[in-house]
């Protein structure tokens, strides 16, 4: 039994797992985004990734803007009648300095109808959106693989596009039109693989005609892999057993296994 166990042991030693780390690229002078409210850092992927939430950098660095007015924070918003109570200063402004545009989900405007799916009120989201242009996000890519990307999104069915790390990556399509601006869906748009671990620049490039406000990464499950192991000696199945790589390798498993009467 002892030399049973040992060329068992033996047969299953695993070699050691080695996960490359990606780097964002080094010309880049952009920064993740934080500030009193947001401290945490780059986002986590898998995770969500806050479309307003975009690096620090200005434009030409963390984003492409086609004018320099924040038509949200910094123009709409001014309007007593767009600072909602449910909100305050904070949302009402947020990042009213930079070009980008941004706004943030209203009761009166975003929740006084039936959505695909309802988001949350005070949701923050990038609008007033144009052709050519793009964002940029800094992320901490947790684990390397292919991922689901769905999107909280409203209005057109348009394609858009990401790049990682400055290299096309992903083509996605918005599945589902909405009936306006104001009118919201939830749903997987595509997939895009992350070869490496480590913080990553991840590149959103969209076009005319959407509002959106968050990406959700989620692994996209790889079929169980099996591994298999020689089972020697007296037993009423010899030879290889197979047992699912994501199960911890059991010795007594394989044993138990090959001593089976069932064929």
């Known amino acids: 039994m002892f030399h049973l166990k040992s060329s ?15 780097e964002v690229p080094a010309n880049y002078q952009g920064k993740p985004f934080t500030d009193t409210y947001h401290k945490s850092g780059p986002p986590n992927i898998p995770g969500i990734v806050q479309c307003a939430l ?29 600072q909602r109570e449910h909100a305050g200063e904070y949302l009402w402004h947020f990042r009213k300095d930079e070009g980008m545009d941004l706004s943030f989900v209203k009761d009166f405007a975003d929740l006084n109808h039936t959505n695909l799916v309802t988001p949350h009120i005070n949701q923050l989201y990038i609008g007033w959106t144009a052709d ?38 992903a083509a996605c399509r918005l599945p589902v039109p909405t009936l306006n601006y104001h009118q919201w869906n939830y749903a997987e748009i595509g997939t895009i693989k992350f070869s ?21 990464f989620e692994p996209v499950e ?21 047992i699912p790589t994501d199960n911890s390798v059991d010795v007594l498993k394989a044993i138990d296994a090959a ?5």
């Open 8 to 22: 068992l042991l033996a047969t299953l030693c695993l070699g050691p797992v080695i996960t490359l780390h990606a």
């Open 54 to 82: 975009y690096d620090l950098g200005g434009e030409g660095v963390a984003y492409h803007d086609t004018d320099a007015v924040n038509n949200g924070s910094g123009k709409l918003n001014l309007d007593p009648k767009h």
């Open 132 to 169: 050519g242009e793009w964002v940029n996000y800094t992320v901490n890519v947790a684990r390397p693989g292919s991922y689901r990307i769905k999107a909280l999104y409203s209005f057109q069915t348009n394609s858009v596009t990401f790049d990682l790390n400055g290299q096309p990556a």
């Open 196 to 216: 490496e671990a480590g913080l990553q620049l991840l590149t959103f490039h969209y076009g005319k005609g959407n509002n959106f406000a968050y990406f959700v």
């Open 222 to 242: 790889a079929p169980v892999a099996v591994q298999k192991v020689t089972v020697p000696g007296q037993v009423n199945r010899p030879g290889r057993i197979e």
């Open 259 to 263: 001593r089976s009467t069932k064929r």
